[in-house]
């Protein structure tokens, strides 16, 4: 054969590769299930969180940085049982980024 003839028909075989591979996949109910699954994960308030703290410490930030995000984060989830608490949190930390320099 030459090189021409194997050419053409590796390109036949390719184009029903794919053609196989999207009639597997395609509208199927298990794909449909596992596309919504992920969805509903992409939707949850956990997945957000750390997708935010991901993007967050992608950006290599300093430690102080570190800090007030996770203050942040827990603040916002009211971890801290009343304000008053949380002010107290929020100047303990501030001591700390002034006594380590940060």
Partial sequence: MSEKEIAESQKGTENLK?????????G???NKRKYKRIQRIRARASYRLFRNLYDFLKKKPDIA????????????????GSIRN???AAESLNWVLKDKGG
């Avoid at 794919?18 to 395609?26: L, N, P, V, Y």
């Avoid at 940085?65 to 801290?80: M, N, T, V």
């Fill in 18 to 26: 794919t053609e196989s591979w999207q009639r597997k996949s395609s």
């Fill in 28 to 30: 199927t109910k298990y």
């Fill in 86 to 88: 949380a002010e107290y």
């Fill in 65 to 80: 940085d570190i800090l007030r995000k996770f203050y942040g984060i827990l603040d916002a989830k009211r971890s801290f």
